[in-house]
């Protein structure tokens, strides 16, 4: 389907959920040392050597000016199990972090327990993404659960990947 994006504001974003992604809870500390962290799936593996990622934060979000003072972060990769944490990390009602386990690592930044993958990271950049930021990190320590299901997005919605 072939759509004009000066008539169809709708075309660029239908079109880019059809590249269906995995679904993180991106973390980190506020100046208080209180966790922050909202549900991201703008997550790329960008470099190997040195060992890069990046995630893509709206300039909208309420977290976004956290992340810009915070000197490390946290990429948390959800598990089909932990649909209410990315729905709960997504919305602005509630307090996200008081039903979740949350453990720290070198840094302090809350990692999630039990979830797919970790990635705790050293702020490495930050570029200009338009109306989000663009957070490169270096990453500084990983886990990840072999045997688990991811979650996923697509089309706008939550999906299930079961191998297991
Ligand atoms: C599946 C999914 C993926 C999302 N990906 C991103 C993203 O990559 N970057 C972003 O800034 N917001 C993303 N969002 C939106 C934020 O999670 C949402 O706006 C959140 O409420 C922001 O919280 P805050 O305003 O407290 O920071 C995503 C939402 C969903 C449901």
Redesign the pocket.
Do not use: E
């Given at each position: 389907m072939s759509k004009d994006l000066e008539t169809d504001s709708r075309a660029l974003r239908d079109a880019l959920g059809c590249f269906g992604t995995g679904?993180t809870v991106v973390t980190t500390l506020d100046a208080q040392g209180d966790p922050v962290g909202?549900?991201?799936?703008?997550?790329t593996s960008v470099s190997l050597d040195p060992e890069l990622l990046l995630?893509?934060?709206?300039r909208?979000?309420?977290?976004?000016p956290h992340f810009l003072e915070a000197d490390s972060f946290a990429v948390n990769v959800l598990h089909v199990g932990q649909k209410d944490i990315?729905?709960r990390?997504?919305?602005?009602e509630g307090d996200r972090f008081e039903n979740t386990a949350c453990e720290s690592w070198s840094t302090g930044v809350p990692i999630l327990t039990d979830s797919l993958a970790n990635f705790e990271c050293r702020k490495y950049a930050e570029h200009d993404g338009g109306d989000?930021i663009i957070l490169v990190g270096h990453v500084l320590g990983v886990r990840y659960e072999a045997e688990y299901d991811p979650l996923l997005?697509f089309r706008g919605g939550?999906r299930e990947l079961h191998l297991y």
């Open positions: 679904v909202l549900t991201a799936n703008s997550f995630v893509c934060l709206s909208a979000s309420r977290s976004t990315a729905q990390f997504a919305t602005r989000h997005y939550y």
